[in-house]
């Protein structure tokens, strides 16, 4: 099942900051975080396995709530680079000797203005 | 460098016919995948690969066919069953539970 991200679209100032959030109706293995830029192909950020740890790359930081099934993405202090779409994808708990698809979230649309 | 590539970049379809989409990685990934992207939307998963002769359908598979005979390469089809195949591909590849790589990407366009 699609995982829910909020909000779907965002504008920013540059310098302000920003959380995303990501929630899944299953119990959760990992998430994945992934940035767009348009045309292009999906840029991986982080991955968050369970555990509740939080992970951070350069400003962007994220945290996994395993006992909620979700994830938030913190964007601090924005540049006009993080502008484009992120995206969560989430892994459902893993059976024995296999491991499942990830399922990509419909995307928040980040812009950040001068 | 090691990376995965597409081709074409942009591809042109007349009712009717089938195409096939490249897709190649030199990661030495086992996991391979086909995504769907729709204008505004999310990545769908039509088709993965764990390991080389082995694949599965993802969430809309209707209208598309892969093949995995080299661990390297996950070319699609998007055969005449498929209704609206006007859309951007996107092949990716990872190791197990692990960060998925995306290549450029293919636009496919129905004429």
């Known amino acids: 099942q699609q995982p829910v991200q909020s909000p779907q679209a965002v504008i920013l100032r540059e310098g302000e900051d920003a959380v995303i959030n990501c929630s899944s109706s299953k119990a959760l293995y990992s998430v994945h975080w992934y940035r767009q830029k348009h045309g292009e192909a999906p840029v991986f950020l982080m991955i968050l396995l369970k555990g509740g740890e939080q992970k951070g790359h350069e400003k962007i930081s994220a945290s996994f709530n395993e006992k909620k099934q979700q994830s938030s993405l913190y964007l601090t202090a924005s540049q006009l680079s993080y502008s484009g779409t992120y995206f969560c994808?989430?892994?459902?708990?893993?059976?024995?000797?296999?491991?499942?698809?990830?399922?990509f979230g419909t995307g928040t649309k980040l812009q950040v203005i001068p | 460098d090691g990376g995965i590539t597409q081709s074409p970049k942009y591809l042109f379809r007349k009712e009717g016919q089938n195409v096939t989409l490249s897709c190649e990685q030199n990661l030495n990934h086992d996991a391979m995948y086909w995504y769907r992207q729709d204008p505004g939307q999310g990545l769908r998963l039509i088709y993965y690969?764990?390991?080389?002769?082995?694949?599965q359908k993802g969430d809309i598979a209707e209208g598309y066919s892969v093949s995995r005979e080299k661990k390297e390469s996950f070319p699609l089809t998007v055969t005449s069953a498929q209704k609206n195949p006007t859309a951007f591909y996107l092949c990716?590849?990872?190791?197990?539970?692990?960060?998925?790589?995306f290549g450029p990407g293919t636009r496919l366009t129905v004429l």
């Open positions: 690969s764990q390991i080389v002769n082995d694949f």
């Open positions: 994808g989430t892994q459902g708990v893993q059976n024995s000797g296999g491991y499942q698809k990830v399922t």
């Open positions: 990716a590849s990872s190791i197990p539970s692990g960060e998925q790589f």
